[in-house]
């Protein structure tokens, strides 16, 4: 039961618990405050006769919130700037919770309210909201709502064509006893015993977006890479386990390197791929937007010295007229420029601005391009080499002039040279005084999606042009992110046939082939084999990423045939994989292959059955009347997966996925928002916050952490049972689940022993101890050896706040103080003499303090970025799969999410008002394309090419230019544009080409007037 409806909302009462989480939604982090209350029970409108409280002085935004500002009968000034958060109906529910009287998940179930209120203390958002993180109360599970009514609850095994209920007890079982036999049958001999590359994992990487964080993540690894020993994982939204942004981790930034400080400073703002508005609300309109209004001038002052504060620019460049763009210009018509390039050519459209800038503000270019030299007496690596490569080939300043130069990008790209001049110059020019721009770029999707590792390498090289990488106060250049992050683990294990797990980076590939990388003649020659060997020689030639050999691509291995057990964890690929009905046709082909196996005597049966006169409808739906026990099950799975080339699958998730369709095992988990605590960070300023437990999971859903827990223990037991208990496999799994083993049995005995804080402490604080223990490498982003101090307890008191990563320094003080000192822009300290540092004071009577301090680098040196490095992004003409469609298929289907349809919209069906707003998924299309196929507003068309087909609701739009279309990325009841997406994969980083395909459309109905009547087709306005 949420309050929609219902004309008012209950306020928290004085004797509410107060919990502190962030967002479940995106990548920009915005903090929550949590009450949780008896429910009937109901707080007075002042100060103290309510549980709302704020402690928080913050001198880097001049905030000052007291307890005294939580004055709700000031109705005409509600506002989340003063303290008086706007309270909606959204953000309440009505529930039920154990007491916790005696610790976590104990004691009697009461009815309470739950409140899930934007947090005014949390510098991200200060209290705002988006049109998503607003509805994070009614999320939470009730009996009474959609939510709970959704939730898996209880563990389901396959029974011939049905899943039904199981204990935990069999479910464990049958799985670990799978596991077990699969690493033994088909494992590897490797130097810790034998692998289990038979396991194929999906498995979330990131915090947020319901994929958990690092505590989630750490124990994911710990079975996955540590226990069972698996090369073969993807992520959520690529069909490989690595990294996203190889090219900014290979020129030396980094995919997070500066902050929302730096935002709202910056004199050029510069948004590439991304739609802010829409996929990073807060972050844009609440230091974006401020910034470009003028709203952040004394700020600059503050930070400017002398430099003249100029007004503020923002570019913005995606092939569509997002709502960034409307939003923008509502804000600043004149000073917002919209570049919509061809998709796919974005490689082509940097390189011509960049070339611009070199020959036109030249003295500029000379005098950044000093800064990273300067700095090379201090250590830090400039390659000089690289930057002349870039030039030479990427820029091609000594082969072709400007003019013909820019002839070619305007032919490639359909941007006239007047809007690439003018960019140049707003980019390029000096402000008065001669002072160099303070240029801010962030990207995403839009070039993560399209040819990933050489467009993000064409913007850091124009980032490094234009000292978007200077580390001065308003500068920097990152991406946007699609979740908040939270990676911690062991890392992976590299595929049998090969010694170490890389990315076909030049860097990587040099060592392979022996390359020595002395002269500019070494780099020429270097450059040429990478290109032909890894592009046009390689993929463009066989559509297969070489990179591959080294992480390998598991969609195109599954689809094959390899793998005999796919673990899902946390994501549905039946919607995200590229051309994703192809990895649905392999994985319920294998799979039926194996139920059909196991259960061959109930099929035949009903089979024999069904040559009786009448259908008999038990062929879709055998009797299992008899279960067999785990064991038998388990037998006859590697009975199956030994005849049958069929595949085990196991689900473990929140909701029932499109994937469960297909699973012989589910297992339900616990949501991170509020049911276990985890720990991550916002991706633009690496703010790193716990995300609290206030509510008890539903029926017998279990954290995540649990789950991998009990498996392991069980897998070790069943070595034991063969007398095998030394055997190497059972050792890893019993050394890397031990310590939490312990912190179970410590909180079975005293549940205020907090397993999760355990696991923090063992896995993640002292990572370097504990995996130097179990003796592989691991990653626990920006882990410092100041997080050896830190645990959930001392986050807590940090509250929406959090600390800053990388931390520097965490004192806790003699007067129960706790002092955070992190790092603001990871490229200042290694450019400059001075850096700021971000201190955050946790005072005993609970009030935070938040400030900036200028410090001597010189103590930061060991945390900051250490290099810079150029390479040159060359365009080849449109990848293979992509090129192939350009022949047969009229439009380009662009693609992405929609504002309030998050994700896969596993979760959107909670809310009515949002399902009601979109029933159905959508394509936008032009007037003058819908007019060519004869189409209305709210017309059904088929989307479809040689990958597959989708129905979509038409939408008339002027967003998208003739030629082109926006299919919604997934929707809760539909695969969304994964069904038109191709397979292709950019080779070196082998991230998907999502945002590169082609399609027709076919009209096939139109929606009942009265279904329209409840929707609008209009154009997003701004005013
Ligand atoms: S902008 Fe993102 S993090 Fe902030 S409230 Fe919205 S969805 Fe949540």
Redesign the pocket.
Known sequence: MSFRYMGKVVIPSPRAERYTTV?Q??N???GYDVYVWPAGEEGGLKPGDHGVVYRIRDTVYERELKPDSTDFTRITVLSHKTGTPWISEAMVVRTIRRDWLKGRNTGEWKEVYVAQI?SPECPI?MGN??I??GTNGERNWSPWNVAGARRLKFPMVRFGGRLEVVTWDYAIDLVARVVKEVIDRWGVDGPMGKEGHAVFAHRMDHGGGGGGGMIENVTAGLFFFYGVRTAFARIHNRPFFGPENPAIGDAGPGAMNNSLHDLRLADVIVFWGANPYVT???MFTEHALSNLIGATVDEKRRWFGGEPVVDTYMIIVDPRKTETVEAARAAARDRVIHLAPEPGTDIVLANAIARVIYERYRSVVDGIIQVYRNATQKGFEWDENAWRLYLEEALEINRKTLDQYLAEAERVTGIPRRDIERVAEILGAPKPGGYPKRVWLMYEKGIIWNQNYRSIYALVDLCIMTGAFRGIPGTGCQRQGGHQEGYAGPEPPPPPWVKERFHLSPWNFAKLKGVELKTYQDYVRLFKEWYSEVYTDGYYNTKWPIADRYMPTTDFRLEGGEGRVLWVHDMDNYKLAPAAHRLKAAVSERSWRLTRYVFAQQFAETVARDSSEKYDTRVLDIPVTTRPTSEEYAKLVLEALEKTGGLFVIVQDIYPTFMVEDAHVVLPAAFNNGEVPDVRMSVHERRFRISDAWLDPPGEAKPDWWIYAMVAKRIVELYEAEGRGEDPVARRFRNAFQPIWDAMERNARDPRVEVENEIFKVYIANADETFARLGVGWEVQYWTPAFKKLDLNILRKFRTVGVVLPLRELNINPDGSVEARGIVNLMEPSLNPQYREEVVIARPDGTIERRIELIDSEKARGYSVSKLKSWPSLWLGYPPYVAELMKDYRYWVLNGRYNEIWQTGYMDPNSEVLIRRWPYAFIQISPEDAQREGLQNGDIVVVYNIHGSVPAIVWISRMVKPGATFLIMAHPYSTGANAVTTPSVEPVAQNPDYKLTRANLRKIGSLKPEVKAILTFKDIKFS
């Open positions: 967002c939604f995106c920009v982090g915005c934007p958002n909201h988006s998503r993180g990073g609300t807060v």
